[in-house]
């Protein structure tokens, strides 16, 4: 085994916390995308900040790769130890550590996930308001710049992250940012690792911005005759300012899927779901107004969802609207991408998507965050059909292509990792170059996260 001084030596530093278990390797070389299978040679579960960077000094003294695991539920292969070395697991590092009420902020380690947080934070009036749809963890979250169907009214990740605690590629802990909400101190570091999907450190701990619980919650669903009528309703909505807490965008297909997968009858049509956040005045009238967008654009078949357990099976439905499509072909794998593009372009870039697919017989259907121009395919192929997998392929290829084209960019949310680092150059030209020269400064020996979002050393 290539790396196997190393694992001696974290062998001796974790004992059982570092297992070479077939089973736990094989479970963190998986992918919940189209990746090929990739076991790392050992799985690590510190438990603290001075474990991950002895952990991280180890690794950097025998040159071996250094992996970050949160959940694993990123979709462009972020996790995948393509080098081989030691993946280092923080499902172990799950403490809420602070919660400080009167600044709305909190400090927690890597392996809380954003539900558990959630729970932790019910009886304080407080919530965390980024939501991806998987349960993730907010080490990942902060590491892919994750956002997700609350993005629109809360901001992503970026916007969410105040300070974080880092380890960098030599073992060393630095801290980025303050409990404060502004400063001009230096380059934003914390910007730079938010996003940088573990290629320059691993994160430890998270100072994360937090949100008042709204006092009224109302949601809705809604159907179009077409993707142009729902995707004018969305564009309309965002340019009158109404304050969206969601607003999601699900195809006819995805429909047909959820219908089947949840048992439910929404008419086979494009749908919008929404949800708003305020006073029970301020609730009704965006309700109000929304209402009227919806019928101009001649949307049908409004159903309010206003107690929580309604609400809650609309977003759980969303939510697994992934899992819901692949059941329509069990066996079958997906390439999950997503583009984003200025919302005055969207309704193009999603008629041009479906229209695409269909011309180069691609079963993907479509649904996505379209309140920031953030949409998704879930571009489904046979295993075993080559030629299939190679049509899907070049779809997301040219989905990435047409949100250039408009101003866009090749992932609102999904990161880069394997799936997308090809795109990278034409998104950034030399821009991409100089994110390769800040990677080079701060690993010079390539340990961290190998073979992702950056260019070769």
């Known amino acids: 085994m290539a790396h196997d001084a190393a694992l001696k030596d974290l062998s001796s530093l974790l004992g059982d916390a570092l297992t070479l278990s077939k089973s736990d390797l094989d479970l963190h070389g998986r992918s919940e995308s189209h990746f090929p299978d990739t076991p790392p040679d050992a799985v690590a579960y510190p438990r603290s900040t001075e474990e991950v960077a002895a952990i991280v000094r180890i690794c950097a003294a025998h040159g071996c790769p250094v992996v ?41 380690q890597p392996g809380v996930t954003r539900e558990a947080l959630n729970a932790e934070l019910r009886a304080t009036g407080l919530f965390f308001p980024v939501d991806p749809g998987a349960n993730a963890s907010l080490g990942g979250m902060a590491s892919t710049r994750a956002s997700g169907t609350t993005a629109v009214r809360y901001g992503t990740m970026r916007d969410n992250v105040l300070g974080l605690e880092v380890v960098l590629a030599d073992g060393r802990v630095i801290r980025t940012g303050t409990r404060a909400r502004k400063s001009s101190a230096g380059y934003d570091l914390t910007g730079l690792f938010v996003g940088a999907e573990g290629t320059l450190g691993l994160i430890t701990e998270l100072t994360l911005r937090l949100q008042g619980q709204p006092e009224a919650i109302s949601a809705a669903v ?66 109000e107004s929304f209402g009227a967008i919806v019928a101009e654009h001649g949307g049908s078949d409004f159903q309010w969802a206003q107690k929580p ?87 997301a290829g040219r989905m990435v292509d047409r949100a250039l084209a408009l101003g866009g960019t090749s992932t609102g949310e999904h990161g880069i990792g394997l799936g997308k680092r090809g795109y990278m150059a034409r998104e950034h030209g030399d821009g991409w170059e100089v994110m390769g020269s800040v990677k080079r400064a701060l690993d010079p020996n390539d340990i961290m996260n190998p073979g992702k979002l950056v260019p070769d050393p």
């Not at 280092?88 to 709305?104: L, P």
């Open 68 to 108: 970050g695991w949160g959940t694993g539920t990123s979709l462009e292969g972020q996790s995948q130890a393509v080098q081989g070395g030691v993946v280092v697991d923080f499902s172990r590092m799950d403490r809420v550590i602070e919660v400080n009420q009167a600044d709305m902020d909190v400090r927690v």
């Open 222 to 287: 809604c159907a179009f005759d077409d993707i142009g009528a729902a995707v004018q309703a969305v564009i309309d909505t965002i340019q009158m300012g109404i304050p969206m807490a969601r607003i999601e965008f699900v195809d006819t297909a995805s429909v047909r899927a959820v219908n089947a997968y949840a048992d439910m009858s929404l008419p086979q049509k494009p749908h919008l779901l929404v949800e708003f956040h305020g006073s029970e005045g301020g609730v009704a009238e965006q309700a």
């Open 309 to 395: 357990e309604d609400r809650t099976a609309l977003w759980k439905m969303r939510h697994n609207a992934f899992y819901a499509i692949l059941a329509l072909r069990p066996g079958c794998r997906s390439i999950v991408t997503d583009v984003c593009v200025p919302i005055s372009r969207l309704a193009e870039a999603v008629e041009a998507t479906i229209a695409d697919l269909e011309a180069h017989d691609v079963t993907g259907p479509i649904l996505g965050h379209v309140g920031d121009g953030n949409f998704h395919a879930i571009l489904m192929f046979d295993p075993a059909d080559a030629a299939e997998e190679a049509r899907a392929l070049a779809a």
